[in-house]
Nanobody, 119 residues
Framework: QVQLVESGGGLVQPGGSLRLSCAASGSIFSINARGWYRQAPGKQRELVAAITSGGRTNYADSVKGRFTISRDIGKSTVYLQLNSLKAEDTAVYYC?????????????WGQGTQVTVSS
């Protein structure tokens, strides 16, 4: 089992920035990738970004150039830097951990953190 704890959500104005953090504990040796999903009201959950144990990253087209996923291996923590935020980025953001082969497949989920972009 892998436990994930997110932090860093909140209310921000359009054009602003936030940094989300996700600390992992437990059997983290069993996974080879970490990621972030989000779910906006009335919409399906969607992949935002993922990073493999080798440092390979991929992003949803809607966030490329604005969001950056990174990791601190020593702290087993993954970050999501959100810049140039838009109202449509408003969602609950979920940290996850899983496997990456041809695609990212999340296996464990955090509880979610709310990001609201509004003036």
């Amino acid at each position: 089992q892998v436990q994930l704890v997110e932090s860093g959500g909140g209310l921000v104005q359009p054009g602003g920035s936030l940094r989300l953090s996700c600390a992992a504990s437990g059997s983290i040796f069993s996974i080879n990738a970490r990621g972030w999903y989000r779910q906006a009201p009335g919409k399906q959950r969607e992949l935002v970004a993922a990073i493999t144990s080798g440092g390979r990253t991929n992003y949803a087209d809607s966030v490329k150039g604005r969001f950056t996923i990174s990791r601190d291996i020593g702290k087993s923590t993954v970050y999501l830097q959100l810049n140039s935020l838009k109202a449509e980025d408003t969602a609950v953001y979920y940290c996850n951990a899983g496997y990456y082969y041809s695609d990212y497949v999340p296996r464990y989920w955090g509880q979610g953190t709310q990001v609201t972009v509004s003036s």
